[in-house]
């Protein structure tokens, strides 16, 4: 296909999705059935255009004078990726499969500079209903962190320290894909591989190394939350809502698989894949407790945890860089419901925390209502808790580490927070609670 023709099938994807309020990847899997000719280049240019469309959706609505398919690629190309008005006429040509010609009015309005004056929601790309959440924990900052929200992730990959030493993992990595690794300055196990415009990301599930089980992957922001939570070798640690075992994964290196992690989620669907990641990570101290119909799998380790981990259901607000279409779909009725789930989650960890134990909550999203405020509720209600300061938790990391992560994580009031501007990585929010009675 032409490049023109891609245009015009990025805005069919983007008014399905817009008219049917169709999930983006079913609404692109959709056209490529529809249009078997196209090959695999050109639907992933379409799906690049197609997400990058919907990152930049209300700055690129506001540029192109619209929030039709059309209107939204004219913004973004002016916008976004830097085109004239004589390069947007190449590609919107009207000839053979090119979208139609600029018209005069669309001329004027890729002329104009309509964001100069835009509310932030605009500028940040986001919907809203939710600008006054945003600019409750971004105050100032809050079109900064939003766009920082809306650029492409790189890929993270967690090395396995049960089975691999970083630089080695890093040399096998490089020479599976040709390219090697960054590693940001925030953790020595961290390997990051930058988007490369254009191309797609490397398969890195059929590398040596991850097959292996010498690396995961694995946000950084991620790493480091689990990191933050504390475990230590020896330990009796609950993932109560382990899902398919990122951070029981991480846990388990952290113990160096000593002591004991009871991975557990409502859900036996989303713990499934466990099983096979323990395997090939080379894991040996985890026990999965997978939920029963009318049996409670918990019962035995009521009040004996030394650290009891919640990472908790949320709207994951954070990871919108990955999955830019999530920020479109969320609704005000989700974000009730999450908090209603993180109350009772936390209400439910209480229980298998011993004295002296310690909670460690976790959010992928960067909003106070999931972070702070479940925390400030749960600490009011449960005296015998007590919060860890967030600047100990830090500090408790750093001394294995290097003295830098201060500037990057935010220190709220009872938790701390990591964003894509501040940590570049995904938004999480962690907060370490101890029981003292
Ligand atoms: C953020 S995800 C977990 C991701 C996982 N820890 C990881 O690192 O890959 C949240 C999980 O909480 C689970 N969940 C929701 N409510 C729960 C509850 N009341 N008890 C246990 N798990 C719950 C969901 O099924 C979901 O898998």
Same mark, same amino acid.
């Given at each position: 296909m032409i490049p023109a023709a891609r245009i015009s099938a990025a805005i069919e994807v983007l008014d399905d999705i817009a008219t049917r309020r169709r999930p983006a990847p079913d609404a692109l899997k959709d056209w490529g059935l529809a249009h078997r000719f196209a090959g695999s280049k050109d639907r992933r240019a379409i799906g690049d255009l197609v997400f990058d469309a919907l990152r930049h959706k209300n700055s690129s609505a506001a540029v192109g004078g619209g929030d039709d398919g059309r209107s939204i690629l004219l913004g973004l190309f002016r916008r +976004? &990726? =830097?085109?004239d008005i004589a390069a947007i006429e190449k590609l919107f $040509?009207?000839? &053979?499969? *090119?979208?139609?010609p600029l018209t005069d009015d669309e001329r004027a309005v890729l002329s104009? !500079?309509? #964001? *100069?004056?835009?509310p932030d929601f605009v500028r940040g790309d986001y919907p809203e209903w939710i600008a006054p959440n945003f600019a409750r924990v971004f105050g100032d900052n809050v079109v900064a962190e939003m766009q920082a929200l809306a650029t492409p992730a790189p890929l993270d990959l967690r090395v396995n320290t049960l089975k691999a030493e970083a630089d080695h993992a890093a040399s096998e990595l490089t020479a599976a894909i040709g390219r090697a690794p960054e590693r940001p *300055? #925030? $953790?020595?196990l961290c390997l990051r591989l930058p988007l490369e415009p254009g191309s797609a990301e490397? +398969?890195? *599930?059929?590398t040596e190394p991850f097959l292996k089980g010498h690396i995961e992957i694995q946000d950084l922001g991620s790493q480091l939350a689990a990191e933050f939570a504390g475990a230590r070798p020896g330990q009796q640690v609950l !993932? #109560?809502?382990?899902?398919?075992g990122g951070k029981t994964l991480a846990l388990a290196a952290a113990m160096q698989n000593h002591g004991q992690i009871f991975a557990h989620d409502s859900d036996r669907r989303r713990l499934a894949p466990i099983h096979d990641r323990l395997a090939r990570a080379g894991v040996r101290n985890v026990q999965v407790r997978t939920p029963r119909p009318?049996? /409670?799998? #918990? !019962? /035995?380790l009521e009040h004996r945890m030394d650290l009891v981990l919640v990472d908790a259901p949320c709207?994951?607000? =954070?990871?919108w860089r990955r999955n830019p279409d999530a920020k479109w779909r969320i609704r005000p009725g989700s974000l009730a419901e999450r908090n209603k789930d993180q109350a009772l989650v936390l209400e439910t960890a209480a &229980?298998?925390?011993?004295? =002296?134990g310690r909670l460690a909550y976790i959010t992928c999203s960067v909003l106070e209502e999931e972070n702070t405020d479940q925390i400030a509720a749960f600490l009011k209600s449960h005296p015998g808790f007590q919060m860890v300061p967030p600047q100990k938790v830090v500090e408790a990391y750093e001394q294995e580490s290097m003295n830098i992560l201060g500037p990057a994580v935010r220190l709220l009031s009872n938790g701390l927070l990591m964003t894509p501007l501040a940590s570049g990585t995904d938004g999480f929010f962690v907060s370490v609670l101890t029981r003292t009675t």
């Amino acid at each position: 296909m032409i490049p023109a023709a891609r245009i015009s099938a990025a805005i069919e994807v983007l008014d399905d999705i817009a008219t049917r309020r169709r999930p983006a990847p079913d609404a692109l899997k959709d056209w490529g059935l529809a249009h078997r000719f196209a090959g695999s280049k050109d639907r992933r240019a379409i799906g690049d255009l197609v997400f990058d469309a919907l990152r930049h959706k209300n700055s690129s609505a506001a540029v192109g004078g619209g929030d039709d398919g059309r209107s939204i690629l004219l913004g973004l190309f002016r916008r +976004h &990726r =830097g085109l004239d008005i004589a390069a947007i006429e190449k590609l919107f $040509s009207g000839e &053979r499969f *090119a979208p139609a010609p600029l018209t005069d009015d669309e001329r004027a309005v890729l002329s104009a !500079d309509p #964001l *100069a004056g835009a509310p932030d929601f605009v500028r940040g790309d986001y919907p809203e209903w939710i600008a006054p959440n945003f600019a409750r924990v971004f105050g100032d900052n809050v079109v900064a962190e939003m766009q920082a929200l809306a650029t492409p992730a790189p890929l993270d990959l967690r090395v396995n320290t049960l089975k691999a030493e970083a630089d080695h993992a890093a040399s096998e990595l490089t020479a599976a894909i040709g390219r090697a690794p960054e590693r940001p *300055a #925030l $953790s020595t196990l961290c390997l990051r591989l930058p988007l490369e415009p254009g191309s797609a990301e490397p +398969h890195i *599930a059929s590398t040596e190394p991850f097959l292996k089980g010498h690396i995961e992957i694995q946000d950084l922001g991620s790493q480091l939350a689990a990191e933050f939570a504390g475990a230590r070798p020896g330990q009796q640690v609950l !993932d #109560l809502c382990a899902g398919g075992g990122g951070k029981t994964l991480a846990l388990a290196a952290a113990m160096q698989n000593h002591g004991q992690i009871f991975a557990h989620d409502s859900d036996r669907r989303r713990l499934a894949p466990i099983h096979d990641r323990l395997a090939r990570a080379g894991v040996r101290n985890v026990q999965v407790r997978t939920p029963r119909p009318n049996s /409670d799998v #918990l !019962d /035995d380790l009521e009040h004996r945890m030394d650290l009891v981990l919640v990472d908790a259901p949320c709207t994951g607000t =954070g990871t919108w860089r990955r999955n830019p279409d999530a920020k479109w779909r969320i609704r005000p009725g989700s974000l009730a419901e999450r908090n209603k789930d993180q109350a009772l989650v936390l209400e439910t960890a209480a &229980r298998y925390v011993k004295t =002296g134990g310690r909670l460690a909550y976790i959010t992928c999203s960067v909003l106070e209502e999931e972070n702070t405020d479940q925390i400030a509720a749960f600490l009011k209600s449960h005296p015998g808790f007590q919060m860890v300061p967030p600047q100990k938790v830090v500090e408790a990391y750093e001394q294995e580490s290097m003295n830098i992560l201060g500037p990057a994580v935010r220190l709220l009031s009872n938790g701390l927070l990591m964003t894509p501007l501040a940590s570049g990585t995904d938004g999480f929010f962690v907060s370490v609670l101890t029981r003292t009675t």
